[in-house]
């Protein structure tokens, strides 16, 4: 297969600091990468970086083998979508409105969609399950709904790598998983790849083909999610004590947090 | 739902409500120039033209060198605060921003008064510094917004508040200064006054007003992105920085004409585009030339009411708006957190 997005050696620094430094990373077509990683470990940065809108100092970033520096803005936008954390459009646009801005940098100078471009966001809509929301109002939505939207806007971007920045922090568990559903099932179809961060480990490594643990910006590990997580790294890059065993229903690795309580509640009993 | 059910907006779209907007304008010049003291009404003009009847020099002269340049000027004030709510809304994402409740109009009238004050010619020098007032304010504004942009309502509110006292403090400061028959004109003006108006200020406002709005207009697309986040905006390839200088600029320059021209008119820039959201919906290509027209419908009617309800005597405009404005201000500050809901 493809790699879509290739990075070596790339380092960043805002001013004196490096704040990320020497990130080797592939990204394959059709694939999903978690990145996790405690705050501050550089996470965002990374995310930024890959989009191109932050400008690396060392190291080179290729989008699908030519040097992302290349491109324009405009060339980048239609190769790649973000997805923010949260998204606050305080105006009364409509879902089917926002996902339409997705055609942005497909337009040329007349500054209308056209007919196409509308079927391209209705399809958009309909893979993302968000067709009935279409009329009502952004910010009448849940927070699970509005990501799906973004979501459909990332696709009517027609974007083959879709970067999503803790999509899920601000969502409850089933929306969380259905968030995780929906870009699982539309790497699989749309051969879509994925860079997806998020603090829910668990539920990370059920959908991942690999994950990137940073710690104080550069990589700790990354690999398939079962070497990556582990007590050991868990904890040494967390620096808070877990316990790693497996999903027994996925085999994937699971996530216990150690309660400093435990003691002095086997105590009290 | 299938097809093309869904509302979006389209170029058709905007040219109906342009022309819908546009016959109601037109309706309301008629309107207002037959309102007033002398009346005279319109089908005496008529008469004229059509040559049945000889004309009342009188008559002309009140309609055609008084009534109309000032409903003319009205509604090319109008358009330019509802223009200017409608951008700044967008760039600060936050529907209370408004060039009086942000402090602009006082900037700029602040330069007016020193241009005015140091003797500047009314056609050049005084809006030139009018400008410059509009622009420092704006820059304030921007400073305090920050790196992201964005603006909280209370933030909003709090520097709103702190720029109008102080250059308040500043318009007070050369006021005192001035004495007699000027002080009561000034003040006039101060509260946003028409009875001034010229044909050669809308010889200058007019073309420089429809050029700004309409290089501004070109990027009503790319507002409706930084809407929804400057980051998102960025990543879609908007150039963010460019379009914030080309608006302030752009802004600073209409504003500052338009204070110089009329004083501090305010809240037309809340209410009409918040009126114009509600019915038309948040797309920048609809509702920029929409709210523009909107606010020249709307502060005609302001002004004939102004110069008509107390008659002989008149009333600043400015105290129409705020009647009407401080009220709706409040209305909307309560609604703030529960949802703005589209029509």
């Given at each position: 297969?493809?790699?879509e997005?290739?990075?070596?050696?790339?380092?960043?620094?805002?001013?004196?600091?490096?704040?990320?430094?020497?990130?080797?990373?592939?990204?394959?077509e059709?694939?999903?990468?978690?990145?996790?990683?405690?705050?501050?470990?550089?996470?965002?940065?990374?995310?930024?970086?890959?989009?191109?809108?932050?400008?690396?100092?060392?190291?080179?970033?290729?989008?699908?083998?030519?040097?992302?520096?290349?491109?324009?803005?405009?060339?980048?936008?239609?190769r790649i979508?973000?997805?923010?954390?949260?998204?606050?459009?305080?105006?009364?646009?409509?879902?089917?409105?926002?996902?339409?801005?997705?055609?942005?940098?497909?337009?040329?100078?007349?500054?209308?969609?056209?007919?196409?471009?509308?079927?391209?966001?209705?399809?958009?809509?309909?893979?993302?399950?968000?067709?009935?929301?279409?009329?009502?109002?952004?910010?009448?939505?849940?927070?699970?709904?509005?990501?799906?939207?973004?979501?459909?806007?990332?696709?009517?971007?027609k974007a083959q790598i879709i970067?999503?920045?803790?999509?899920?922090?601000?969502?409850?568990?089933?929306?969380?998983?259905?968030?995780?559903?929906?870009?699982?099932?539309?790497?699989?179809?749309?051969g879509l790849s994925?860079?997806?961060?998020?603090?829910?480990?668990?539920?990370?490594?059920?959908?991942?083909?690999?994950?990137?643990?940073?710690?104080?910006?550069?990589?700790?590990?990354?690999?398939?999610?079962?070497?990556?997580?582990?007590?050991?790294?868990?904890?040494?890059?967390?620096?808070?004590?877990?316990?790693?065993?497996?999903?027994?229903?996925?085999?994937?690795?699971?996530?216990?947090?150690?309660?400093?309580?435990?003691?002095?509640?086997?105590?009290?009993? | 739902?299938?097809?093309?059910?869904?509302?979006?907006?389209?170029?058709?779209?905007?040219?109906?409500?342009?022309?819908?907007?546009?016959?109601?304008?037109?309706?309301?010049?008629?309107?207002?120039?037959?309102?007033?003291?002398?009346?005279?009404?319109?089908?005496?003009?008529?008469?004229?033209?059509?040559?049945?009847?000889?004309?009342?020099?009188?008559?002309?002269?009140?309609?055609?060198?008084?009534?109309?340049?000032?409903?003319?000027?009205?509604?090319?004030?109008?358009?330019?605060?509802?223009?200017?709510?409608?951008?700044?809304?967008?760039?600060?994402?936050?529907?209370?921003?408004?060039?009086?409740?942000?402090?602009?109009?006082?900037?700029?009238?602040?330069?007016?008064?020193?241009?005015?004050?140091?003797?500047?010619?009314?056609?050049?020098?005084?809006?030139?510094?009018?400008?410059?007032?509009?622009?420092?304010?704006?820059?304030?504004?921007?400073?305090?917004?920050?790196?992201?942009?964005?603006?909280?309502?209370?933030?909003?509110?709090?520097?709103?508040?702190?720029?109008?006292?102080?250059?308040?403090?500043?318009?007070?400061?050369?006021?005192?200064?001035?004495?007699?028959?000027?002080?009561?004109?000034?003040?006039?003006?101060?509260?946003?006054?028409?009875?001034?108006?010229?044909?050669?200020?809308?010889?200058?406002?007019?073309?420089?007003?429809?050029?700004?709005?309409?290089?501004?207009?070109?990027?009503?697309?790319?507002?409706?992105?930084?809407?929804?986040?400057?980051?998102?905006?960025?990543?879609?390839?908007?150039?963010?920085?460019?379009?914030?200088?080309?608006?302030?600029?752009?802004?600073?320059?209409?504003?500052?004409?338009?204070?110089?021209?009329?004083?501090?008119?305010?809240?037309?820039?809340?209410?009409?585009?918040?009126?114009?959201?509600?019915?038309?919906?948040?797309?920048?290509?609809?509702?920029?030339?929409?709210?523009?027209?909107?606010?020249?419908?709307?502060?005609?009617?302001?002004?004939?009411?102004?110069?008509?309800?107390?008659?002989?005597?008149?009333?600043?405009?400015?105290?129409?708006?705020?009647?009407?404005?401080?009220?709706?201000?409040?209305?909307?500050?309560?609604?703030?957190?529960?949802?703005?809901?589209?029509?």
């Amino acid at each position: 297969m493809d790699s879509e997005l290739i990075l070596k050696g790339v380092s960043f620094r805002y001013d004196s600091q490096w704040c990320l430094e020497g990130i080797d990373l592939e990204l394959k077509e059709g694939e999903i990468v978690g990145m996790i990683g405690p705050n501050g470990s550089g996470k965002s940065t990374l995310l930024k970086i890959m989009d191109g809108l932050l400008k690396v100092q060392k190291g080179e970033i290729l989008l699908l083998n030519r040097p992302l520096s290349e491109y324009t803005r405009g060339d980048i936008a239609r190769r790649i979508a973000m997805v923010p954390q949260e998204s606050n459009f305080r105006f009364p646009f409509s879902a089917f409105e926002v996902v339409l801005m997705g055609r942005f940098p497909h337009l040329g100078p007349f500054p209308f969609e056209g007919k196409e471009d509308q079927e391209i966001a209705q399809h958009s809509m309909e893979l993302t399950g968000t067709l009935d929301l279409a009329p009502r109002s952004i910010h009448e939505l849940s927070g699970g709904e509005k990501q799906r939207v973004l979501i459909a806007r990332a696709l009517t971007q027609k974007a083959q790598i879709i970067l999503l920045d803790e999509p899920t922090s601000f969502l409850d568990i089933r929306h969380k998983v259905e968030i995780f559903e929906l870009i699982s099932t539309l790497s699989r179809t749309q051969g879509l790849s994925v860079v997806i961060v998020s603090h829910d480990i668990s539920l990370a490594a059920q959908y991942c083909q690999r994950m990137l643990l940073l710690n104080k910006g550069s990589i700790y590990k990354v690999g398939e999610p079962a070497e990556v997580i582990t007590a050991d790294t868990i904890s040494a890059v967390y620096q808070c004590p877990v316990f790693v065993d497996e999903n027994p229903i996925s085999k994937t690795p699971r996530v216990t947090v150690v309660s400093k309580r435990k003691e002095s509640k086997e105590q009290m009993l | 739902m299938r097809g093309s059910e869904y509302y979006r907006v389209t170029p058709v779209r905007v040219m109906t409500t342009g022309l819908v907007l546009s016959g109601i304008l037109l309706g309301m010049i008629l309107f207002s120039l037959c309102l007033g003291p002398a009346g005279i009404s319109l089908k005496d003009a008529l008469t004229w033209v059509t040559g049945s009847r000889s004309v009342d020099q009188t008559a002309w002269m009140i309609l055609f060198k008084i009534r109309l340049p000032r409903i003319l000027l009205a509604g090319l004030v109008g358009f330019t605060l509802a223009f200017g709510g409608v951008v700044f809304q967008a760039l600060l994402r936050n529907p209370l921003a408004e060039p009086f409740i942000l402090g602009i109009s006082s900037g700029a009238a602040v330069g007016t008064i020193i241009g005015i004050v140091l003797g500047l010619g009314f056609n050049l020098g005084v809006p030139l510094l009018s400008f410059m007032g509009a622009m420092f304010t704006i820059l304030l504004v921007m400073g305090i917004a920050g790196r992201h942009g964005g603006l909280e309502s209370s933030t909003l509110l709090l520097t709103g508040v702190i720029i109008n006292a102080f250059f308040t403090a500043v318009i007070m400061f050369f006021l005192s200064t001035t004495g007699g028959s000027r002080l009561h004109s000034m003040l006039f003006w101060l509260y946003g006054d028409l009875s001034q108006s010229r044909y050669v200020q809308l010889s200058i406002g007019l073309p420089v007003i429809l050029a700004v709005s309409g290089i501004i207009y070109f990027f009503s697309r790319h507002l409706n992105l930084i809407v929804g986040g400057e980051e998102s905006a960025l990543q879609m390839g908007v150039e963010v920085e460019l379009l914030k200088w080309i608006s302030f600029l752009g802004i600073s320059l209409m504003t500052g004409l338009v204070v110089s021209f009329s004083g501090i008119i305010g809240f037309v820039g809340l209410i009409v585009p918040h009126l114009m959201r509600m019915v038309l919906g948040a797309d920048h290509r609809l509702l920029m030339p929409a709210a523009a027209l909107g606010g020249a419908v709307f502060l005609i009617a302001a002004d004939t009411f102004a110069r008509t309800i107390l008659s002989p005597s008149e009333l600043p405009v400015g105290v129409i708006t705020a009647f009407l404005g401080a009220p709706f201000f409040i209305y909307l500050l309560r609604q703030r957190g529960s949802q703005w809901t589209q029509s």
